[in-house]
């Protein structure tokens, strides 16, 4: 692990961010759990992409479907074949398992060195891994009760497909956005979060003339890449890479992944793809329903070509983080000596910041001014995710609340006392202003629709 790795790693644990799935027992196969800032900033970037999608874009509308479908579902699919598998090698001696990419030969990228990196022993030929996370349904573990863990959310959006034709009169081109966890047996998860098997989706779905795909496909890949920007990260630090055919994913007939440069290298966090009428026509073939689209001006009857965007909360959350992580040596105060300390900031959104107020009293030994702080906090509460905080000097509560991206600050000191005003200070300028406790509501509101939302397209 990189050492910038190791330090987020740290920040998540140490801040609330995100913990080891049952650590008590030493952890769980590389699962995680977020912890209660890990879970609002989890829960703000969801609200950003389903606002993103259902209330500044036309003709989408959401749907929650069930984890547990038909095996059916995943036979048609595809998944449950090689179309949905890892290659691996394993090592004859140690019999550690690894993807082909991870043991590249130095020198020649197609070929794998055929020694483990482990412990030299020799490698296995290249074997597909099935990565559908298997579970039984009743009281009686047989074939006959064996489902599956959904691997895509969007199966349940196809599985829907008519029913939200029916229900809610939509029209050719229209979008169906979801949002809910998808298990992977992934057999090599690794990076922290970046690849685990237990992970959260935001997919969205949008059913479209065939002819008029490939210029949807460039519509929202646009649209999602901007998306990112809008949230922080920087240009510099996306791309977007066509996908040969030969590692495309078995229903696409296109797909360009957006790629973020993570400490360890450039990865994908988002998959664009064109899904033809893969998804429609073989459900359709499976069971035996219908599930072509007809227009009635036109009186044309198809099947609806399908161009998804589809991204992981957790791999967008541990991108928006590794963007938003500074350090500045010796601090950024200028108004006192820089201590040796290496001062952590995270530049976080403000949309997506876990924690959006801190209020503090100057000291905590002045009863006045700790009842004072205490008002305000429950004046704040309902409105705004707030964190009261009065253990330890005035800095070093700066500090803490700079370390988890916190925008605002309030600080309750003598003055508060005679007129009624707090200092606010700004994370990224901190700059400090001098408020009315009364307008604090309605100043805050506004700074944070300061962070404006996308103009329709
Ligand atoms: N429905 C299309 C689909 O699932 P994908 O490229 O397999 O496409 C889309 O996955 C996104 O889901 C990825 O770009 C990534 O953000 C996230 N994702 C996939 N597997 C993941 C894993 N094992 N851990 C975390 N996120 C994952």
């Known amino acids: 692990m990189s050492n910038l790795m190791e330090k987020i790693v740290s ?6 961010f995100i913990y080891p799935s049952s650590e008590v027992y030493g952890g ?7 912890g209660p800032l890990g879970v609002e900033m989890k829960n703000n970037i969801k609200k950003a992409w389903w606002n993103e999608m259902t209330k500044f874009h036309e003709n989408i509308v959401g749907l929650d479907a069930a984890i547990l479908m038909s095996p059916k579902v995943w036979q048609a699919s595809g998944h449950l074949t090689a179309g949905f598998a890892d290659e691996l090698v394993e090592c004859k001696k140690c019999h550690k398992r690894f ?7 130095p020198r020649l990228s197609n070929l794998t060195s055929g020694v483990c ?13 099935n990565l559908m996370m298997k579970t039984f349904v009743g009281p009686v573990e047989d074939e006959a009760s064996l489902t599956y ?15 939200v034709l029916n229900s809610m009169r939509v029209k050719i081109p229209f979008g169906v956005v979801q949002i809910g966890k998808a298990f992977r047996n992934e057999i090599t998860p690794k990076d922290f979060i970046f690849r685990i098997r237990e992970f959260e989706q935001m997919e969205m779905e949008w059913f479209c003339h065939p002819k008029e795909a490939d210029k949807y496909f460039d519509y929202w890949l646009n649209e999602r890449l901007k998306w990112y920007e809008n949230l922080g990260i920087k240009k510099e630090n996306l791309r977007q890479v066509e996908v040969p ?29 064109n899904r033809g009428d893969w998804d429609l026509s073989n459900h359709s073939k499976h069971s035996g329903k219908d599930l072509k689209y007809f227009n009635e001006e036109t009186k044309e009857k198809y099947f609806p070509y399908i161009v998804e965007t589809s991204v992981g909360v957790e791999r967008s959350l541990f991108a928006f983080l590794c963007e938003a992580y500074q350090e500045i040596p010796g601090g950024r105060t200028k108004t006192t000596k820089p201590t040796k300390e290496v001062e952590i900031l995270l530049k976080l959104d403000k949309k997506i910041a876990p924690i959006k107020v801190a209020v503090l009293p100057l000291v905590r030994n002045k009863p006045g001014l700790v009842k004072k702080a205490k008002e305000v906090y429950q004046i704040l ?3 705004f995710v707030c964190q009261y905080d009065e253990l330890g000097s005035i800095g070093r509560r700066y500090r803490r609340v700079d370390e988890i991206g ?20 700004d994370r990224d300028t901190m700059a400090q202003e001098r408020v009315k406790i009364a307008d604090l509501v309605e100043l805050l509101k506004e700074k944070l629709s300061e962070a404006k939302p996308r103009p329709l397209s």
Request: a neutral charge; aromatic letters at 12%.
């Open 245 to 273: 055919e030969k590692e495309r994913a078995h229903y696409a007939s296109r797909q360009i992944d957006i790629e973020y440069k993570f400490p360890f290298g450039w990865k994908e966090i988002e998959g664009i793809h």
């Open 381 to 383: 509460k309902p409105h």
């Open 28 to 34: 769980f196969g590389s699962c995680y759990d977020f």
């Open 11 to 16: 920040l998540c644990k140490r801040r609330g």
């Open 406 to 425: 916190c925008p605002w600050v309030l600080t309750i000191d003598f003055d508060t006392l005679k007129d009624n005003t707090v200092t606010l200070r």
């Open 99 to 105: 993807r082909p990419d991870e043991i590249q030969h």
């Open 117 to 129: 990196p482990e412990c030299g022993g020799e490698l296995t030929k290249p074997r597909k891994f």
């Open 149 to 163: 863990l959904r691997a895509e959310t969007c199966q349940g959006i196809y599985m829907n497909f008519e029913n």
